[in-house]
């Protein structure tokens, strides 16, 4: 049975980072796609990054430049590394993987069959 578990989520200040991590089991992350969603009070899952299994990345316009998705395959985990954080990016952030994806909507949520339950990141001003 496959489960994504997040973590790393928290309390900032404008201007910091957080490093957030997605465990899997049931999956081997090298072979599938995943991505970082990320949800806002009161608005619809926005994409932030994806990784594809050949490492290549795929980022969101509101955090390119600032956000960094990475895969440690040894260890099964994939990683988003947050730099400049600012109110607006405070959102739960989702973990979402799939073994195939259509790639001109990789950055659509539907693509993605398996889903982690979150982790809260709020970013103060």
């Known amino acids: 049975q496959v489960q994504l578990v997040e973590s790393g989520g928290g309390l900032v200040q404008a201007g910091g980072a957080l490093k957030l991590s997605c465990a899997a089991s049931?999956?081997?992350?090298?072979?599938?796609?995943t991505a970082w969603f990320r949800q806002a009070p009161g608005k619809g899952r926005e994409f932030v990054a994806a990784?594809?299994?050949?490492?290549?990345?795929y980022y969101g316009d509101s955090v390119k430049g600032r956000f960094t998705i990475s895969r440690d395959n040894a260890n099964n985990m994939v990683y988003l590394e947050m730099e400049g954080l600012q109110p607006e990016d405070t959102a739960v952030y989702y973990c979402?993987?799939?073994?195939?994806?259509?790639?001109?909507?990789?950055?659509?949520?539907?693509?993605?069959?398996?889903w982690g339950r979150g982790t809260q990141v709020t970013v103060s001003s």
């Open positions: 990784i594809r299994p050949s490492a290549h990345t």
């Open positions: 049931g999956l081997t992350f090298s072979r599938h796609h």
């Open positions: 979402a993987t799939r073994e195939w994806v259509i790639l001109s909507a990789i950055r659509r949520e539907d693509q993605y069959h398996s």
